[in-house]
């Protein structure tokens, strides 16, 4: 009889936050799959808890996968895990759990913490849906993208950033969304948490502590901003084309584009704005 794949939710920082149900599967299994065995050790270790580990990240997934299912289909059980929160939420794991699927090997979630969900119950935006979008893209000028393909949705749009990425991005999304309400949580759990909610520009005026893990949940645009969106003057047009053209971030017909999508206009009256902030200064 085929074993079990139990997807195994462990704390992302407090060690205090790990399931009763999840520390027996973890003691039970013949094996746990981790994406960081040092990780997992010091949660194994502060539990007690026995159980042989081996590494499946992301750049040996694929090719190890196969040995693991076959494990899975001698009678093995095998616990997936990540460094920290629920597995295969912006880490490894989805190319394991859909092999084991196709084998028809049973798959168990066993639910607990996600930073995700902690910081959307702790932001007070109200509303019942909601979008993970994950991490930004890594340069400015698809990250800048990518926030405008999320620009107009009415949902809270939650996602996660490097600690030397978050100000770039927070300046993205100064750009791009406006001077939305942000609750930036960092280093949730652990000893040095802390989670504000502030409009975007007040994030980026006060100190912040540019170090730890981030979680961002950006209020999604209200109805009536959707409907009615503010129409550009040439001199606020002009700003804009000049934030994200500075630098060669983006070209002139990409940051055009943007700018349409922004303010909800054709890019041929983002064009005129901007003629006519020209000849107004000459």
Do not use: C
């Not at 979008?131 to 809270?156: E, I, T």
Request: a positive charge.
């Amino acid at each position: 009889m085929p074993g079990t794949l139990y997807v195994v939710a462990t704390p992302i920082g407090n060690l205090e936050d790990v399931t009763l149900r999840a520390l027996r599967v973890l003691r039970e299994v013949s094996l746990i799959a981790a994406e960081d065995t040092r990780r997992t050790a010091r949660l194994l270790q502060h539990y007690s808890i026995s159980t042989r580990t081996t590494s499946l990240h992301e750049h040996n997934e694929r090719s190890k996968s196969g040995s693991l299912i076959a494990r899975l289909s001698q009678g093995d059980s095998i616990a997936l895990v990540s460094d920290a929160g629920t597995p295969v939420i912006s880490d490894p794991g989805a190319h394991f759990v859909a092999q084991a699927h196709e084998a028809g090997i049973r798959v168990e979630p066993v639910p607990g913490p996600s930073a995700t969900l902690s910081a959307l119950s702790a932001s007070g935006f109200a509303g019942s849906a909601f979008v993970f979008a994950g991490f930004p893209p890594n340069r400015s000028k698809p990250r800048l993208r990518w926030l405008a393909d999320l620009a107009h949705d009415q949902r809270v749009l939650i996602l996660y950033e490097a600690p030397h990425r978050i100000r770039p991005t927070l300046e993205d999304m100064l750009q791009v969304f406006g001077d939305r309400r942000v609750a930036l949580g960092r280093e949730l759990t652990k000893a040095h948490e802390s989670l504000v909610v502030r409009p975007i520009s007040a994030l980026l005026h006060d100190a912040l502590i540019e170090r730890g893990e981030f979680t961002l949940v950006v209020e999604g645009i209200s109805p009536k901003d959707e409907g009615n969106p503010p129409l550009p003057t040439a001199a606020d047009t002009a700003v804009v084309f000049g934030e994200l053209t500075n630098k060669g971030r983006l070209g002139r017909r990409e940051a055009i584009k943007q700018i349409a999508t922004r303010f909800q206009v054709p890019a041929r009256e983002v064009f005129r704005l901007l003629e006519e902030h020209k000849n107004s200064v000459k």
